[in-house]
């Protein structure tokens, strides 16, 4: 009690206390100023502000609101907008002797349309370095962990189609752990899932080993009832087909390790109706999408649950990228008329990690 007395009484106490709290009232001020400066003119390519940072000293972290950047010039073209960043100590890592952040990112808001991704070609190297440049700016601590949550992802292939048939992937919920990997601790387990169309659940889950050189990788790819007909804006401008109705599935799994990639997809058509657009192609790569039209609906309604599925084995390497075709053929054929592919994963592609048992969705 006494020494609670001669504290509130001494006048460097007060003097602490008044100094923590200008800081406090006036240093988000100050930063956001001096942040939204840095990234007005950080990069030729493109800009980025924050509308507001709020600092929590007292657990050591700030929260960002309304980030974005956008593509410099006439249009200012944004393509990223998140509405809160939470950057917060990761205290489980401070009695690991180990200085890193836990980031949550809350309604991301991506859209990268044909020309955002143009000027991102013209100015590679000079994109790639300023993206370093920004994100030590903004994250000045290692991150060891980060969350994604209820976020947004526009495809670009297909940006010029009307709005209500743009491909998006929504309701994105993702997490990325041990982003600093240690020796004893290499590996780093990111999982993410989201709805195309809002419906269809794709999810995946990569295994990573960033001590590597260059980096080796593995990861597990789900989509589960896609409804076909939501490709017809797609096939449109690439092939004369339209789908009537149908679903699509596709299991996946692929590695890298030395700079090669291997791996497999396994396609499941279920109950598909395609029908060759006669306005379109005229001739002979027409009549050959006819042919292959007549002969996959043939497929379709001798198959087994009216279902068309095949397992596609592909590799790439510098020289380019391999698939197997007479192979994929093969296993659709027998899917067909003789031999059912099972649904789901093999689980027969793995990176080698003595660390961590396995993976799962």
């Known amino acids: 009690m006494k020494f609670l007395n001669r504290m509130l009484h001494s006048p460097i106490f007060w003097t602490i206390l008044v100094l923590a709290i200008i800081i406090r009232i006036t240093a988000p001020r100050i930063i956001l100023q001096q942040t939204n400066k840095f990234l007005a003119d950080f990069s030729p390519v493109y800009a980025g502000h924050l509308d507001d940072l709020n600092l929590g000293i007292i657990r050591g972290a700030y929260e960002i609101r309304g980030f974005e950047f956008w593509i410099k010039g006439e249009n200012k073209e944004r393509f990223v907008r998140v509405e809160s960043i939470d950057v917060s100590m990761a205290w489980r890592e401070i009695f690991k002797g180990r200085l890193v952040t836990d980031i949550t990112l809350d309604k991301i808001d991506v859209v990268l349309t044909k020309n955002v991704l143009d000027s991102f070609k013209r100015f590679k190297e000079q994109a790639k370095k300023d993206t370093k440049e920004a994100t030590a700016k903004i994250f000045p601590v290692k991150i060891e962990r980060v969350v994604v949550t209820n976020s947004i992802f526009e495809f670009a292939e297909v940006i010029s189609l009307p709005e209500a048939k743009r491909w998006r992937l929504t309701d994105i919920q993702g997490r990325a752990s041990n982003l600093t990997p240690t020796e004893k601790s290499p590996r780093t387990l990111a999982t993410i899932q989201g709805k195309l169309f809002d419906q269809a659940v794709v999810r995946a889950v990569a295994n990573l080993s960033l001590l590597s050189t260059p980096p080796a990788w593995d990861v597990d790819l789900e989509l ?132 961590q048992k396995g993976k799962t969705l």
């Open 224 to 355: 589960k009832d896609f409804q076909l007909p939501n490709a017809n804006g797609v096939l449109k401008d690439k092939l004369p087909l339209t789908i009537t109705k149908g679903t699509f599935d596709l299991y996946a799994e692929a590695i890298s390790k030395a700079g090669e990639i291997e791996g497999y997809a396994k396609p499941f058509l279920k109950k598909a109706d395609i029908v060759a657009n006669e306005e379109n192609f005229k001739g002979f790569k027409h009549g050959l999408i006819e042919v292959s039209t007549a002969a996959a609906n043939l497929i379709f309604r001798s198959a087994k649950d009216r279902t068309v599925a095949t397992k596609v084995n592909f590799s790439y390497d510098t020289s380019g990228i391999k698939i197997n075709a007479a192979q994929a053929l093969n296993e659709a054929i027998k899917n067909g008329f003789k031999d059912e592919i099972p649904e789901g994963l093999d689980e027969e592609i793995s990176l080698p990690n003595p660390n």
